[in-house]
């Protein structure tokens, strides 16, 4: 077992980016910890998810910028950890348990925003159960899979579309129909990419 940080780490090529380097240096500069981070990200899926409870042009278009802050703050927070060396002991406790409240958040939201809140809370149950057995595979002693096609930054960029899709519909005088859509393929990807994962995992252990 190695206790290297990154072993179980999300691959993320926005790492690399400048933006991404900008922003660490800046909040290093700071006394900021990645666990304040984590709790911002927190902040971020809860105003999204409250948007998307009353759908409008400007809730929707709102929510898609707070979904990208969301992960933006995810993103932040490991870089500043790992990075910048601020890791704590409670680090990997806090750049889990708040996706999963994030998660649920910003889908349950979004279901009720097309208009669908009971597949909002099935793509919440299936984004869990895909980050249940990615961490299932570690708890057995192999390196975390964040195989897709429904990993948490395909979700959110499928949610972020679904918002901007809706507010667009809004603007042409529709009632929106394809923020439905982009839930259902988000419910559906999410169980795809469970079974992939676990199939990833047997592999591993035969």
Same mark, same amino acid.
């Given at each position: 077992?190695? &206790? ?9 090529? $926005? ?15 700071? $006394? ?47 870089? =500043?950890? =790992?990075?910048?060396?601020?890791? $704590? ?9 708040? &996706?999963?409240?994030? &998660? ?80 259902? =393929? ?13 199939? =990833? ?6």
């Amino acid at each position: 077992m190695t &206790d290297d940080p990154t072993r179980n780490r999300r691959p993320l090529a $926005s790492r690399q980016t400048g933006l991404a380097r900008r922003l660490t240096e800046a909040l290093l500069r700071t $006394s900021i910890t990645p666990d304040q981070i984590s709790f911002a990200g927190i902040l971020f899926a809860a105003a999204a998810g409250i948007l998307l409870l009353t759908p409008t042009i400007l809730t929707f278009l709102l929510a898609a910028l707070l979904i990208q802050l969301r992960l933006l703050a995810n993103l932040l927070d490991g870089l =500043v950890a =790992v990075e910048g060396g601020r890791g $704590s002991r409670l680090g990997p406790l806090w750049n889990e348990a708040p &996706d999963r409240v994030e &998660d649920t958040l910003i889908l349950a939201g979004f279901g009720v925003a097309a208009g669908a809140p009971a597949l909002g809370l099935c793509a919440a149950l299936g984004a869990m159960f895909c980050a249940y057995i990615r961490a299932l595979g570690g708890a057995l002693g192999q390196t975390q899979t964040f195989a897709g096609p429904m990993a948490k930054q395909h979700r959110m960029a499928a949610i972020t579309l679904g918002c901007a899709l809706g507010a667009a519909e809004l603007v042409a005088g529709r009632a929106p129909v394809t923020p439905e859509i982009v839930l259902w =393929v988000v419910t559906l990807g999410a169980l795809l990419t469970a079974a992939r994962r676990l199939r =990833v995992i047997a592999r591993g252990l035969e």
